[in-house]
């Protein structure tokens, strides 16, 4: 029996991979990262670096050094601690995209801010979807004060998602409840170390910088034993070289700038080389998503994170487009199908819209049947038997049978086909029928079909009285006295 080949994308020969992470090297040895948390530009400065001013130069043997110590693969555990998910290899894992500030509303066909009842309706929906492994903070929230949004989003997100989360902090403040609430989850903050349940975004600001607030983030993460996920933003011709690989080379050289400060704060850290650049358009402006030279881009610093035996993730399988339609699709399917090829571990996308900035329900439905499909494909083609086909052939077509109700066809059906929920493969007379319902329609209503039930029953209600104490105790402290109240069920 022929063993199945996993069908892989590579953009970069392996000598370009190499002259790529040797100027990553060269790059933060002469032109160096400028640091402005003062812990960070410390813990580097001990370390070996050379300083100038806040701009550090890291020596090769020093980004070396934190790459023999780097984990090469991340396990994550739902809330329950079950449901190992490892980053590692060609294992490839979705989750939606983070931090949107706004939903699409299907009912008007209009984008508007989210709130908490949205939020909630959100991380019910992730639960309920199958392709979708990990969940994200995927909205924040309009009716909390800003200063609390993270550790509100997160709160929200336990309580009605049992799958392990990405997320991140928008002050350094919000790292402390996020920590405690994760530690009562998993049951104490070791437990939480031996079986991690969220990752933490860190955005290095391109080029070559990392704020106070993200180099925090990781030194946080990295005491605590939880993963970093760095989210290395170039921006061609505008904040990075207008060439592919020199913006590769670039998010390389931020990526390992990060690598070093997390292994000096504690050897073993782990961390994702991760990202999210653009094909700056420099007629509209904007940062495409859905652009080719985008999805260009991440599928090759991929590759540089495999080489460096690192797990990988990237922004792909999400659109730039404003609503639910055929370009959404389009730039949907693509970069879903280009990241699952590439191999890359984390693929944060599906739902979103508008260039990261706005979620849509119908639209997180529609990307979990592209997900599923893109799951398919990489599974690759199977031989299930030996013959293939030839005895299957001489018993039924002589005496003129058909396969439909063979053994044959109900042993395998379901192995080698999928069969997606509101992907349109009926004939023309049942849609005429059905009133010409669009993607978008039959997306809509299998939200309303997933929505309805309780959310899931992991949670014991004293760990939900424990959130409550610590969600309650950092709005008083930010002048917030009732929390915003949960939709009834």
Not at 39 to 66: K, W, Y
Not at 79 to 103: K, T, V, W
Not at 256 to 261: H, M, R, T, Y
Request: aromatic fraction near 6%.
């Amino acid at each position: 029996m022929h063993s199945p080949i996993r069908p892989s994308l590579f953009l970069l020969g392996n000598s370009l991979v190499d002259a790529i992470i040797d100027e990553a090297f060269e790059v933060l040895e002469k032109v160096g990262v400028m640091i402005e948390n003062p812990e960070v530009f410390q813990l580097l400065s001990d370390g070996g670096a050379r300083a100038t001013g806040q701009r550090i130069f890291l020596p090769r043997g020093m980004v070396e050094s934190a790459l023999a110590t780097a984990p090469s693969a991340v396990t994550l555990y739902d809330c329950r601690g079950e449901n190992p998910r490892l980053l590692a290899g060609e294992n490839i894992h979705f989750d939606p995209g983070s931090a949107a500030l706004r939903i699409f509303d299907h009912s008007t066909q209009t984008q508007r801010e989210a709130t908490t009842a949205d939020l909630v309706k959100f991380h019910r929906l992730v639960d309920r979807l199958e392709n979708i492994t990990l969940q994200s903070t995927g909205l924040v929230s309009s009716d909390v004060p800003s200063q609390i949004a993270d550790a509100h989003r997160l709160w929200i997100a336990l309580q009605n998602c049992v799958k392990p989360i990405v997320t991140g902090i928008f002050t350094v403040e919000g790292f402390g409840p996020m920590f405690e609430m994760l530690a009562i989850v998993r049951g104490s903050g070791s437990a939480l170390r031996a079986k991690p349940l969220a990752v933490f975004d860190a955005c290095p600001s391109p080029p070559l910088k990392w704020s106070t607030l993200t180099a925090q983030s990781v030194l946080d993460c990295a005491r605590a034993g939880i993963p970093s996920e760095f989210v290395a933003m170039p921006m061609t011709g505008a904040t990075a070289p207008v060439t592919l690989t020199g913006a590769v080379v670039q998010h390389t050289a931020e990526n390992l700038s990060g690598i070093v400060f997390a292994q000096l704060a504690q050897p073993g850290a782990p961390v994702i080389f991760g990202g999210s650049p653009a094909a700056f358009d420099m007629r509209a402006g904007t940062l495409p998503m859905g652009a080719i030279e985008t999805m260009m881009i991440d599928v090759a610093y991929a590759q540089i994170g495999k080489a460096l035996n690192l797990p990988t993730h990237a922004y792909m399988g999400l659109s730039d487009s404003k609503c639910v339609d055929v370009q959404a699709g389009l730039e949907t399917g693509m970069g879903a199908v280009l990241a699952a090829l590439a191999g890359i571990n984390v693929i944060s996308g599906p739902g979103m819209l508008d260039y990261e900035n706005c979620q849509s329900l119908e639209k997180l439905v529609i990307d979990n049947e592209i997900c599923g499909m893109t799951l398919r494909l990489v599974e690759g083609i199977r031989q299930r038997e030996e013959p293939m086909a030839l005895q299957l052939l001489a018993e039924l077509v002589p005496g003129g049978g058909d396969f439909l109700t063979s053994a044959h066809t109900l042993r395998w059906l379901r192995e080698e086909h999928r069969f997606p929920r509101v992907i349109d493969r009926g004939n023309t007379q049942q849609w005429l029928n059905d009133g010409r319902p669009t993607l978008p329609d039959r997306a809509s209503h299998r939200v309303t079909d997933l929505l309805t039930g309780p959310p899931p029953e992991w949670i014991a209600p004293d760990t939900t009285k424990e959130l409550r104490r610590v969600m309650e105790s950092y709005a008083r402290r930010n002048g917030m006295e009732n929390l915003p109240l949960l939709p009834v069920h």
